[in-house]
């Protein structure tokens, strides 16, 4: 039903799989009549709020936020050159990952597939929302094989999640493959551009308007150094923005927050240093690594971080924690046999990784 294998030869042609969202989205969702909050009902200037049961004491902290956060999003859409409809702001990346399979997967009767190894956070959320969750192997360079994806794809798959550059193996996911997954699947195609800043590769965002099932999620968690504030971009239609609005809780996004990030907004150019900083850096590790005579491989990054394969992954991995330096062990994960994920720091922590790696 989803997937017409022909189509993986015939793409250029059959770009309009998509099946429609009422196919797809669960029933109780479609019929879902949202909760309405006191700041959606009403919206203008007034002097005298008194319709919230708020405390009218305690200015500003005392109103609830704006559910939409439409300023910010006015800010975003300047950004990322699309339209503030097409963005729906949760708490994290982890809330649009965990409202997307809750909006279309039918607990035990319909199933997700995914690439392996990726971020954890995709099979996490299906294993909470009792969804069947696939895992389909990369090929043995990290790179995405679009046929054996969607081989294990059948009528009850409803989501499918890239990510790319992908986290733990700071891969770009080749364009051509991503569009054959696009072009051939009828469902809901997530990417997940966490690290995009970090690529020298465009963003799936121009490609919204082309495919109606396409959602791309992005964050402020990485490149714009805001781990803290919890605050997740996902960018789709119209109407599948909607859906996620109205199953999200409706002030998921507090005031303090959207007012932060939004003033954040107001400093890409810093972002931008940021970014050009770590790259820089990137490069700095990558040399600096491949003089240690222990470390077997580098792998080629679009992100912010390292994939480096070592004899001990475990063994150095307990060495460099007794010298106070933390690195992510990555080696239980299929195809990252030996594998350690190094995030690049700043010139002063690499060096110090750089010399206590030297030292053993
Ligand atoms: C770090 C990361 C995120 C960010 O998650 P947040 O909840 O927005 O902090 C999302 N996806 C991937 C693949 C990541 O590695």
Redesign the pocket.
Known sequence: MFYVRFALHLYTKFSNMAIELSQLVRDNIQKLKPYSCARNEFKGEASVFLDANENPMNAPYNRYPDPLQEELKGKIAKIKHIRPSQIMLGV???EPIDLIIRIFCEPKENNIVAIDP??N?YKVCADINNVEYRPVLLNDDFSLDAERLLAAVDEQTKVIFL?SPN?PTANVLNHNEVRNVLNSFGGITVI?E??IDFSSQPSWLTELDNFPNLVV?Q????AWGL?SV???MAFASEKIISYLNNVKYPYNINTLTQRFVSEQLDHEERKNKWVEMLLEQRGILAEKLQTIPFVEKIYPSDANFLLVKVPDPEGLYNKLVNDGIIVRKRNNLSLCLGCLRITVGTEEENNILINELKQL
């Open positions: 994290g990346s982890d990726t971020y956070m990510c986290n997940d966490a690290y999620m964050t402020f968690s990485k781990a919890r605050c997740g």
